[in-house]
């Protein structure tokens, strides 16, 4: 088991998840508020339409395509 | 620049699905230096993709071991950013960016997801087919959860598969093709026995013809689905909409590279060679056909960029065999003029700079369209209003701009300018 910290808040889960998987495991799946303020989670699910951007370690990332690591933070994008 | 390389290969390959893996197979023979340049953490592409909730088939792992040659580097999470001038990728991971000089190119970058909108699409519960199952594999949770499965084509099936196996409850799954279309596609698949056994282990009598989401509805989350099914309307209470309406061949570094399309795909001759000497295609971006066809298309190109032209051609007739197949199912899962009307005037078609299609529908083309509303400017540089807008609009897919991907300043400040093409 691994822990990843969502917004500061501890999740602790099995290893091998994406960053998308693993929002699914928190209360809500969103990864960030759209430019008129919508809420959105991954949608596509492989890269491409930018949805699950969210802040991993101090930089931009795609939750679909990063896995998760031991201690690693992640903030949503809002 | 600290955290800038350079590496170099005979043979650069984008891409480690099914095509990707078997181009690098077949190059591998020939002791030639291979670079394997895919941007999941996991190597697999869509059919094959790992995960923790995934038994990966023997054929999956066995095609996977190319990646432990010492002749190949495969380079995971990581993105091409841009060509630069002769023979150059410019490409970027979590931590490094990387200049790549090859001789030869294999683009091997599948196909994603036709994403249609309808009102309701960006709220959150809401995703492709495909993606669901891609999220799923990728170690989501959805037991207990109300899944529908809606849009078109064969994957609807597997991803209510995955769904289920995943403790998911699947109420239904909505095809929107009519049932003379669906009888006939299975008809046909006779010729093909190892598909129709699959069509087989996947059928689901919670399986409905056409039928397709009208709108998506619930407060900043998903709550429920509103389907026509025949003449009939129901509102569906449900967690999940899954809805995709078929796939459409990931071109965008082939345009970028100045490769042709033919038919939405990348143009490619017998030998898999693209518009481009030296640069080849292979799987799903040069046209929708499984992962069947990926393979030997995969294996043909790598054959043929390593000069083994008669084992290539030794091909020929199995790959036939395969593309009569992707065209069997582009006959029958033809979408019907009613999905493309799917959208109100209200309903957003870029998700990434929220513009309306009434914003949209007055523009005549792309540069109007940008111009007026910044529609495709945003993150995912038009990859889901593009397709969208052919479909609805007919308007052609963008022009590809660099950075192809969004990138970190330092990265663009690696290479000089005269690198830029
Ligand atoms: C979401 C989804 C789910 C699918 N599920 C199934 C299924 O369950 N069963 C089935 O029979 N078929 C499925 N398909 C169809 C499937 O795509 C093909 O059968 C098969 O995977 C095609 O192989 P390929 O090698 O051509 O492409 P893919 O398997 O798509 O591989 C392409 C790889 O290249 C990477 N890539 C693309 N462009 C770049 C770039 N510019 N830089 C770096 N990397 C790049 C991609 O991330 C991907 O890993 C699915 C398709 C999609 C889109
Ligand atoms: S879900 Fe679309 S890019 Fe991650």
Redesign the pocket.
Known sequence: MITVYLDGQPLVMGEGLTVAAMLTLSESSIARLSCTGQPRAPFC???ICQECRVTIDGRRQLACQTLCQEGMHVERTV | MKNHKTLSCDIAI???????LAAARAASVSQRSIAV????PLP?????RDGPQVSQLAMAKDYRRVLSLPTVRYLPG???VASLAAGALLLEDAQTSYRLDYEQLIL??????LLLPFPGWTLPGVT?A??L??LIKSGASVAGERVLIAGSG??LL??AA?ARAAGALVSGVYEQTDRYQLINFGVGLLRWPGKLAQAFKLFSTRYRWRSHVIEAMGDRRLEAVRIRQGDAEAVIACDRLACGFG?VP?T??AQHLGCSLEDNAVAVDRYQQTSQTGIYA????TGVG??EL?LVE?EVAGLAATGKVEQAQALFTHRAYWQRFARHVKEHFGLRPEIRRLARVDTLICRCEDVALSVLAEEQGWNAAKLQSRCGMGACQGRICGSIARELFGWSLPEPRVP?VPARIETLMACSEKDMS
């Open positions: 699910g492989m890269g | 984008v891409g480690a699905g099914p095509a990707g340049i895919d941007d999941n697999g592409g869509q059919i094959w990581t993105r091409i091997c970058c599948g196909a994603q997801e492709g495909g993606a199952q891609a064969p994957l597997a991803s995955t796939l990931n965008v570094l292979a799987g799903e971006c499984g992962s990926a995969g192809l």
